[in-house]
Nanobody, 118 residues
Framework: QLQLVESGGGLVQPGGSLRLSCAAS????????IGWFRQAPGKEREGVSC???GDADSVKGRFTISRDNAKNTVYLQMVNLTPEDTAVYYC????????????????WGQGTQVTVSS
């Protein structure tokens, strides 16, 4: 059974950092692009970062996505967090290359809550 499980969310103060994990089971991530998305209450789901198959990491502003194929896990390192980053964060996969459209991703995790507050 194909499954993605996110972890690492929690409460962090403004300016802090968090590293989220997305562990895959039932398939290997090697040939998949992995995207991180987030959804805040009352807002649409938005893309945060993505990494293509074959890439080890990708940096986009305050967010760095990386993969460890040996652990079949992808990480999202977030730094200098603000209250606007508060949301449920999801990882999702699709074959080979990233897409900006959430509807193009085939499998999703259940999400992990990130709350940035003092």
């Amino acid at each position: 059974q194909l499954q993605l499980v996110e972890s690492g969310g929690g409460l962090v103060q403004p300016g802090g950092s968090l590293r989220l994990s997305c562990a895959a089971s039932g398939f290997t991530l090697d040939y998949y692009a992995i995207g991180w998305f987030r959804q805040a209450p009352g807002k649409e789901r938005e893309g945060v970062s993505c990494i293509n198959s074959g890439d080890a990491d990708s940096v986009k502003g305050r967010f760095t996505i990386s993969r460890d194929n040996a652990k079949n896990t992808v990480y999202l390192q977030m730094v200098n967090l603000t209250p606007e980053d508060t949301a449920v964060y999801y990882c999702a996969v699709r074959r080979l290359y990233c897409s900006v459209y959430a509807s193009n991703y085939n499998y999703w995790g259940q999400g992990t809550q990130v709350t940035v507050s003092s």
